[in-house]
């Protein structure tokens, strides 16, 4: 890996020492929002002289290098006037733009030919989501969920009715890297997997890329979900929030020092509790009892963002949140405590160095941890005696600290070279049960479970992406190390893709892609639990390993749509999975590596998708064709068996409308094959399938559930939901007022999230059993859920 960091570095002095002969000039700078100074991501800046233009990068950095002449420069950006600047180039020149916001985006002249267009770049299966897109989807109570709106994408589905949890081309949550302001992101969900951790209010872009993936990702297999907080307004104090059914929400940024320093800060709690708090203590009292009882969650997020000069910014970033469900009750002396806590702590420092005008630095020290407690304690005391406790403790968690540097160098509009090097060292707690007791005659305190394991990931990267007229290629190589317990895992990642442009505007693209990933999720195939658990690959449990070929075509169309369809083939080595009827809340006393077995895993499809995210009316259609298999020769016998997520069709329609510009309104449908389960077979038995609408068969035919009761042999029933909001916009003194009525599941279809088995007897007309039959309920248990929210800006 260092001859590979060595080999950048000797490419890069080659090409800054060959730009010094040419008679060319650089024009960089930065692009940001003229009216906030958050830095604008993806922004273009384009010269019409020369036909050539520059991309900025997630600091809003740009760097275009020109030949000696006049330069008539465009700046552009959606939903941003277009900005032009003339001026004749003999010198390196920095240029910061200020873009102005438009109102009504339908009606802002936006040159087609000036925009990044989707044809334009290397980069496929990749989709980034305006913000403002996201918050106008309907949501489940109201609450803005990003992860939600991320499982209405082709090659995306959801965990089940209402879950939070992504499964990217076949993958399974653990390998997709969740990145918050570049820090990896262990648990994403609030409420058993119904709400997701990010405050839609703090956010600012979020890009997810399902392959291809660049080389200055890796460590997961399936997906790359970058999320990146606002920076905080550098010229006004405004705020935001909502008032909803179930949570509220506040954000409040603006400068600390005008043009220099801002923050950011952003709250966002449940109040359940605090509605049912003074019902229970008097349902309790009214029995004699002291009651009390905990049901939140909350997120904080904060930032400050100090500008140094143009050539030096500091980032300066955190998240705390957490799930809080706890009851306690005293009577007569006596007391019983029980109840989970999860959530996360994250921080990141960042330090922006614009180097030289072809070269830009960033710097970011990373911090993260998750951590699950579940508890149960019990204390006694009898009139005379001393008091006697016991309380048990279960916990587990994941812990890292880390540190990454990135360098971009543009020397000229034809290569935009990217290296790098990451650290991080890893803290695991696979879970462990801590017993106290105190007795009169007796003490325990005990530790049982698996201990703490360290390991330390190491990463180098390089890569290009180079522009040859029609033809694009993105080159690059991830290498990567792993180190635990006195061994060293090593992997060489090639990355590739391609892009070529037809002469009708057509862009024809392929990528290949290699992954490695060295820490694993122990979780159950049914249902994402806080106590799933973060461990490490060992000498016994390998990395997990993955090859993916995409190829597929795109094009904008009639300058507002973006279409693209792919094709793509996954291989999966070392995936995971616990054996056959081993989990790990029990049986603390033998290691977690003796749970589980390792195997292969296959998955490919198609997906169609066109979007349109400018305009009075926006949304998307998106459509995927796959299959997903797992092997393993410890689980079915060793047969192949489709995963549980194996579905195969999956549609969304999503459309949000501007009638007016105080009224609009959204749409969402989804459509997705019913999940594979397991059931169990008993002999010489029937088996019918229920629905929980009216309790009547769904249909009357028996149904022959898999063979031999093989793992995921049988299908529930086909998904589909319509979920409707409305928007009432008034302007206010002091700023904007909003209502949103939303309804979840407008059609009230009962889908299903689990089965349930029954026995059932048939009688002669003595009443003597003559058969019985087994009988599969599906249930549901997310009906028609009207919400009503309060937001207003100011």
Do not use: C
Request: no cysteine; hydrophobic share 35%; proline share 3%.
């Amino acid at each position: 890996m260092t001859h590979v960091f060595k080999a950048a570095t000797l490419l890069v002095f080659s090409m800054l020492s060959l730009s010094v002969f040419a008679q060319k000039f650089t024009i960089s700078g930065y692009i940001e929002d003229g009216g906030s100074g958050e830095k604008l991501i993806a922004a273009n800046a384009f010269d019409l002289s020369t036909a050539s233009g520059a991309v900025s990068n997630t600091y809003g950095f740009y760097s275009l290098t020109l030949p000696k002449d006049s330069v008539h420069l465009e700046i552009s950006y959606i939903g941003y006037e277009t900005q032009s600047f003339n001026l004749y180039l003999d010198k390196n020149i920095t240029l910061n733009f200020k873009l102005n916001s438009s109102i009504e985006l339908a009606v802002v002249e936006v040159k087609a030919s000036r925009q990044a267009r989707i044809e334009e770049e290397t980069q496929m299966s990749r989709v980034d989501i305006p913000i403002e897109q996201i918050k106008k989807i309907p949501a489940l109570l109201g609450e803005v969920d990003v992860l939600k709106s991320l499982q209405l994408l082709p090659g995306v589905q959801s965990g089940g009715e209402g879950q939070t949890g992504l499964y990217v081309r076949g993958g399974s949550p653990d390998q997709n890297l969740i990145l918050l302001d570049g820090v990896p992101v262990y648990n994403v969900s609030h409420v058993l997997g119904i709400f997701s951790v990010f405050n839609a209010d703090a956010i600012k872009n979020v890009t997810l890329t399902k392959g291809g993936f660049p080389a200055r990702y890796g460590g997961r297999l399936s997906s790359v979900l970058e999320i990146n907080m606002k920076e905080g307004n550098m010229q006004e104090f405004h705020g935001e929030g909502s008032v909803g059914l179930i949570s509220s929400k506040l954000t409040l940024e603006g400068p600390l020092w005008k043009d220099k320093t801002s923050f950011l800060i952003s709250g966002r709690r449940t109040y359940i509790d605090l509605i049912t708090r003074p019902l229970i203590r008097a349902a309790g009292n009214a029995e004699g009892v002291d009651l009390k009882l905990k049901l939140y969650f909350y997120d904080l997020n904060a930032k400050i963002n100090h500008k140094f000069n143009d050539k030096h910014r500091l980032y300066l970033s955190a998240y705390s949140g957490s799930d809080i469900f706890s009851n306690k009750f005293a009577e007569d002396g006596d007391s019983f405590e029980g109840g989970i806590d999860w959530g996360n702590i994250i921080s990141a420092a960042r330090w922006n160095w614009q180097i030289m005008p072809k070269l830009f630095a960033n710097t970011t020290l990373t911090y993260s941890k998750y951590q699950i407690d579940i508890l149960a304690g019990v204390e006694t005391k009898e009139p005379g005696q001393p008091k006697e406790a016991f309380s048990a403790k279960y916990f587990s968690g994941i812990e890292d600290l880390g540190a990454k540097v990135d360098f971009d160098f543009i020397p000229s509009p034809k290569h935009y070279l990217r290296f790098g090097a990451a650290a991080t060292h890893h803290t695991y707690r696979p879970g462990a049960l801590a017993l106290k007791s105190t007795f009169e005659d007796s003490n325990l305190d005990t530790l049982i479970g698996s201990q703490n394991a360290n390991s330390g990931e190491y990463a180098l990267y390089v890569e290009d992406d180079i522009s040859l007229g029609a033809l694009k290629a993105n080159i690059g190589l991830h290498a990567s190390g792993f180190a635990v317990d006195g061994r060293l895992y090593k992997s060489l990642q090639p990355r590739i893709g391609l892009r070529y442009l037809l002469s009708n505007d057509v862009a024809l693209k392929t990528s290949f892609a290699t992954m490695t990933q060295y820490i694993n999720l122990l979780t159950s195939e049914a249902l994402s639990l806080p106590t799933d658990l973060w461990v490490p690959s060992t000498e016994v449990v390998k990395p997990q390993q993955s090859w993916q070929l995409a190829v597929g075509a795109a094009k904008t169309l009639w300058d507002e749509y973006e279409f693209s369809i792919e094709g793509y083939y996954k291989d999966l080595k070392n995936v995971l999975s616990f054996k056959e009827g081993a989990s790990f809340l029990f049986g603390l006393e033998n290691d977690w590596q003796d749970k589980v077995t390792q195997g292969d895993g296959e998955t490919y499809g198609a997906e169609f998708f066109i979007q349109k995210k400018k305009g009075r009316t926006t949304g998307w259609i998106g459509y995927t064709l796959s299959w997903n298999w797992r092997q393993f020769d410890e689980v079915n016998g060793g047969k192949r068996f489709p995963f549980r997520y194996d579905r195969r069709h999956d549609v969304s329609v999503v459309v949000s409308h501007d009638f007016t510009k105080r009224l609009s309104g959204s749409l969402a449908w989804v459509y997705g094959t019913g999940n594979a389960v397991t059931l169990e077979i008993f002999s010489s038995q029937q088996y019918v399938r229920y629905n929980d609408e009216s309790g009547q068969l769904s249909w009357q035919n028996n149904y022959n559930v898999g063979t031999n009761g093989e793992k995921n042999g049988f299908r529930m029933s086909d998904y589909h939901r319509m979920d409707a909001s409305l928007e009432f916009k008034k302007q206010k003194k002091w700023g904007q007022a909003t209502w949103v009525l939303g309804v979840y599941n407008a059609y009230w279809n009962r889908n299903p999230y689990y089965l349930i088995s029954e026995t059932e007897y048939e009688y002669d007309m003595n009443y003597n059993v003559i058969g019985q039959k087994t009988v599969f309920k599906e249930i549901s248990i997310l009906p028609i859920i009207p919400s009503i929210a309060y937001n207003f800006k100011f």
